[in-house]
């Protein structure tokens, strides 16, 4: 008997670290009928595959004071949960799968309304506001941090990583034309580039420079002064597509702490310098970082905290330290996850092509 594919709706909008791993669990269901939710004008218009119907809702986040501002959401957040309930009935979807953020509001409501199971994954090591709000409503809630779990004690709990690309499974070729046997300095600023830590790094570039680094500085798109150095051992780009080649090639790396970059991070293997972007929400970066301080994977430091002085000699120290440098990247591949994107396509796979089973909460899924 010839049985319909399973219909997933995947809300996943914003940045690289919401919609990448949604891609990655995507790439895992291909014998599912899957469509996208996402916001107008954000980055899913690029990133979403074409194979993937892309609708859009007009919600937005909490990040104001109560006010005529808040209740224009409320009017909106209202909206999108009676037109995404409306897209999963007539639809027939049997399932939501969301990468959090504030579209999974709307997601995980509409769903529930319905009856339809809902996995939320949390790849932040602390949960943010939509997660506290709706975990308790989903039937499942994935961990990219095992660590989360103590964060959601009533909520069902399992912990699978995050998923990269799949481009970071495999060896990738980097097409810049970077010395092979040259050390590497990458600086990468998460999806919205990270404009302090770009003055702090051409400042400190010149000493890096003399030491025979070459560095790939991504600036992000909103950086004014993102072509004022010029030097043949320093390529400025506003982003790069192939960050799993990239990373392969560097011998150290200087970031923010977003989850995504971390989890590309640790499945390169790569030693990093963690600059925690201070204005995340409720501080997450901060919290992403300690898991990889704390094992000596990384070194970390509050960007209120590092001065030019300070990042120049760190980097010069590790570049002529090549044990440290390996003992880092070893520490770094033991915090990684390599089948996270199976196991959480496992994990949706079980979830709604069975009944609810009775595993233990805060469980790791092999």
């Known amino acids: 008997m010839h049985h319909p594919p399973i219909r997933l709706l995947i809300a996943a909008s914003g940045t690289g670290g919401h919609l990448f791993p949604a891609i990655a669990v995507a790439d ?38 109560f006010g005529l501002g808040t209740v224009r959401i409320l009017g909106r957040l209202v909206a999108s949960i009676l037109q995404v309930r409306r897209l999963l009935k007539t639809g ?7 990468t959090g953020g504030y579209i999974a509001g709307p997601a995980i409501i509409a769903a529930r309304m319905l009856g339809l199971p809902v996995i939320l994954h949390e790849s932040n090591a602390i949960p943010g506001k939509v997660t506290r709000w709706f975990s308790p409503l989903c039937t499942r809630v994935a961990l990219g941090f095992a660590s989360t779990a103590k964060y959601l004690p009533k909520v069902n709990t399992a912990y699978v990583g995050t998923p990269v690309r799949s481009s970071f499974q495999s060896p990738q070729k980097l097409e810049l034309p970077i010395p092979e046997d040259v050390p590497l300095i990458v600086v990468v600023g998460g999806s919205q580039g990270a404009i302090a830590v770009n003055q702090l790094v051409r400042q400190c570039a010149p000493a890096w420079f003399e030491a025979g680094a070459w560095i790939v500085h991504l600036t992000g798109e909103k950086d004014p002064d993102a072509q004022s150095l010029q030097h043949p051992q320093y390529v400025s780009l506003p982003f790069y597509h192939n960050m799993a080649g990239l990373l392969q090639r560097a011998n150290l790396a200087v970031s923010r702490a977003g989850s995504g970059s971390l989890t590309e991070l640790a499945i390169t293997q790569t030693p990093a310098i963690l600059i925690p972007y201070p204005f995340a929400a409720e501080d997450h970066q901060a919290f992403n ?34 044990q440290v440098l390996q003992t880092m990247a070893q520490k770094t591949a033991d915090l990684a996850v390599a089948d996270s994107g199976v196991r959480l396509a496992n994990l949706v796979r079980q979830l709604v092509e069975t009944k609810p089973s009775k595993l233990n909460v805060h469980e790791q899924v092999p």
Request: proline share 8%; hydrophobic share 40%.
């Open 289 to 322: 970082a300690a898991s990889f301080a704390t094992t000596g994977a990384a070194l970390v430091f509050r960007q209120t905290e590092l001065t030019p002085e300070l990042l120049e000699s760190k980097v010069l120290h590790l570049l002529q330290s090549p």
């Open 92 to 98: 027939q979807f049997d399932a939501v799968f969301t």
């Open 28 to 65: 895992q269901l291909q014998d599912y009928k899957i469509e996208w939710l996402g916001v107008p004008d954000r980055l899913e218009r690029e990133l979403v595959p074409a194979q993937y119907p892309l609708h859009t809702i007009p919600v937005e986040g909490f990040q104001q004071r």
